[in-house]
């Protein structure tokens, strides 16, 4: 793209530009018209859509080497590479042809099964046989790995029958011998053993598993607001922890960087045993199903009961049919396949952006829908949300233009013939990227990373921390009306693919239900919430967090007061102006009347009064001013200070890299210890850098194999965390999930204490589907 940026005439460049929403079918037109006379245009449309060019594609050489690999290292006993070789060549093995290719699935499938079955994977072993069998019904070694799994799994009856049908299919006399061997020591086990171990699962773990559904409890409605165009408000009072929405996504598509961790439907992390794609290398699924629905290609078809062989006995073709039919994907879907239009080789979908190829997906899903592939004249009302084009950088409406561009053609070479590319229908893709530019969720996974430390005598070597990951972006039309509020009482999370709103704070009826679009008080300052929320959605926020002012804004960033025995904040420039902005009527937005300002939060009086009494008691703003206290107007030497902190950060920042590569020496430590002295002795006592330099020594704390230390400093962190945040935020029950794994390598019997607050919280947040995100050990008791 960055060589068709290169070649626009300046003059076209800045049409394009300085454009507004009502100017894009005139500059579309016109890049279009220069387009259409370029070579290279054509060139780079034919390297995205042309066959010949299919980097995606099928490739049986490719997955027959990528198998021959798999076998090395399954015969040198690696079974975990072999499998991840058996996987990759699932990419590149054709299986929607006859002969050769489907046979190589179908080894492929067994290969990696006897792989899983030796690492102790039964279930997934099971489910890899269903799937060989689904292609080949009368592949006896499929249904030898079958009874290997089944008798792992004890049972036994159908371990048997496995056998049976194998032996029946089996023609080489040296196979029959292991045959009846292996059903020799079977039947011994059987006898041995009357009553199964475990229930056999015929659909195996392919079948996904839901959690029960909670209805829908609060009554809420969307309505348009005076400042902020549409919302969503509550209908009654609701109380915190109800469940208000529900809702799937219109489009969704993963991010580049998920690709091999992350199912490409429903966004689960990928089991051991993923699913290719029938017809292209690019996506993976944890399941048949999730692959049907997003592909729309059937996984293995029902065969027909006399279509196994001619001689079989009619016993073992009733096996076989059932045992196929269980969990078998040859169902109807309602859904608009899509990936099926990305599905034929062409390596677009890999190239373009996230967003581009989620646009694609939005068209593709439209046209189905009008049933009339050249039907796309009202594309900008699909969505019917607001888009942020006018406010866009310069680049970015250029970069718009031309995706839109590309996207069209790729739809044309390889969906859609008769689409049409007009300067028209341009205008209303670039408007359509901006749309999913500020309407886009990001689609999260609460993960746990594990750090290893010398193992105690308990054997606990490590410490845990949740984090929320990006996984994929998504757009959901109700889902959007909800609007921004650094101090949230609504919390969206994710379920697969299904969003979910939960409210965290009770409120009254008519009040407005607001999540957070990313930044948070107590996560950043005012500045850097408001930079943030005006570069990706182009608005200022006036939320309670951002209108008033507030605890966690003045202690964030604050240093100490010089006076020993104040608790003052002292300014730097950019707090002294967030202030007068709040506080002072000459300084502030003259946009806003001081009589309708709130000058402090109402719940944080008593707080700010200790922490700037200048401020709220006095209102004297003539220590509104860089260096001085606002709780007794003491002077401090700013500079001096952001001398000796930004030695220090020298010091922390060598830590981070030893925890990184868990190589802690004693003398880094020190330092840091040291360092966190001086911050001390500088910043205010509730500055979040003393915070997170009091996380770091905790975890390099738990490295060194010192954990009582690392719980000291751990609980150091939150009391800081809990002033900035307040003591019911999620990041503090992330945060207890660190503190309670360390406690547990000490059997603390605190442990159960911090368990117990930190599910609180998440209930808050998370309700009844608490124990389905996070770990037994947080998410139930």
Known sequence: MEKLKSVVPSALRQQITKSGPDDL????????????????????????????????????????ELKLRGNESFSKGDYRKAIHFYTQ?????????????????????????????????????????????????????????????????GNYEEAIQDLKVSLELEVSLSGKRQIESELGIILDRQKLMHSSLYKSNKNGSDARTYVTDEPIQGNVQCVSLSTKGRGIVSCANIHLGTLVHKEDPYAAIILKTCRETNCHFCFNELPVHAVPCESCSIPLYCSSQCQLVSGGKVFGKIPRKSGFHKDLPDEIEKYISECISVGNSDQCTENIP????????????????????????????????QKNSGCVSNLQAVLDLCHN????????????????????????????????VTGAIISQV????????????????????????????????????????????????????????????????????????????????????????????????????????????????????????????????????????????VLDSTLASYVKQKVDPIFGDPAIPYTQKQKVENTGNNGIVGLAHYVVDKQDFNY?????????????????????????????RRLQDAISINDIQAESLSNALMVSNILRS??????KRIAEVEDNI???????????????????????????????HIVIGNELVKLRSIQMQLEDCNAEITTKRAHEIFLRYFGSHTGVIFPCGIGCT
């Open 25 to 64: 079918p005139a500059t579309c037109s016109s890049l279009l018209h220069f387009f259409s006379h370029l070579p290279l245009f054509y060139q780079v449309v034919k390297e995205l859509t042309d066959p010949e060019n299919a980097l995606c594609r099928k490739d049986s050489n490719a997955a027959s």
């Open 89 to 153: 060549a699932f990419r590149f093995a054709p299986s929607n042809s006859d002969g050769m290719e489907k046979n190589l699935v179908a080894v492929l499938y067994v290969n990696r099964a006897s792989a899983l079955h030796n690492m102790g994977h039964f279930l997934e072993c099971l489910d890899d046989c269903g799937r060989a069998l689904a292609i080949s019904p009368t592949y006896a070694k499929a249904w030898f790995r079958r009874c290997k799994a089944n008798a792992s799994l």
């Open 338 to 369: 899509e990936h099926r239009h990305e599905c034929e080789g062409a390596h677009w979908p890999s190239i373009l952006p996230s967003d581009v190829v989620l646009a694609g997906r939005i068209i593709v899903k439209f046209i189905e829908q």
């Open 389 to 420: 084009y006018a406010h866009l950088p310069r680049d970015t409406k250029l970069e718009m233009h031309i995706y839109s561009i590309m996207l069209l053609n790729c739809l044309q070479k390889n969906y859609a013939p008769k689409l049409p």
């Open 430 to 569: 670039v408007i359509l990227l901006s749309q999913i530019r500020v309407n886009a969720m990001a689609i999260v996974r609460m993960k746990s990373f594990d750090k290893r430390g010398p193992s105690d005598e308990h054997g606990n070597d490590f410490t845990s921390t949740l984090e929320q990951v990006k996984v994929g972006q998504a757009i959901y039309l109700l889902g959007s009306m909800f609007n921004h509020s650094c101090r949230p009482n609504s919390h969206a999370y994710f379920l697969s693919r299904t969003l979910h709103v939960r409210i965290t704070d009770s409120v009254s009826v008519g009040s407005e239900l607001e999540i957070s679009y990313g930044p948070q008080v107590g996560q950043w300052d005012h500045k850097d919430r408001q930079k943030i929320l005006r570069d990706n959605y182009s608005f200022s926020c006036q939320c309670s967090g951002c209108s008033q002012l507030n605890l966690s804004d003045l202690y964030i960033n604050a240093y100490k007061c010089a006076k020993p025995d104040c608790d003052g904040a």
């Open 624 to 652: 509104l001013n860089p260096g001085h206290c606002l709780n007794c107007g003491s002077y401090c030497d700013l500079e001096s200070a952001s001398a000796a902190i930004s030695k220090a950060e020298n010091c922390i």
């Open 682 to 687: 500088t910043l205010h006592p509730c500055n």
């Open 698 to 728: 905790a975890q390099a704390m738990c490295l060194v194999g010192e954990p009582q230390a690392a719980i000291d400093h751990c609980k150091l962190s939150i009391k800081i965390l809990e002033k900035l945040y307040g003591s019911n």
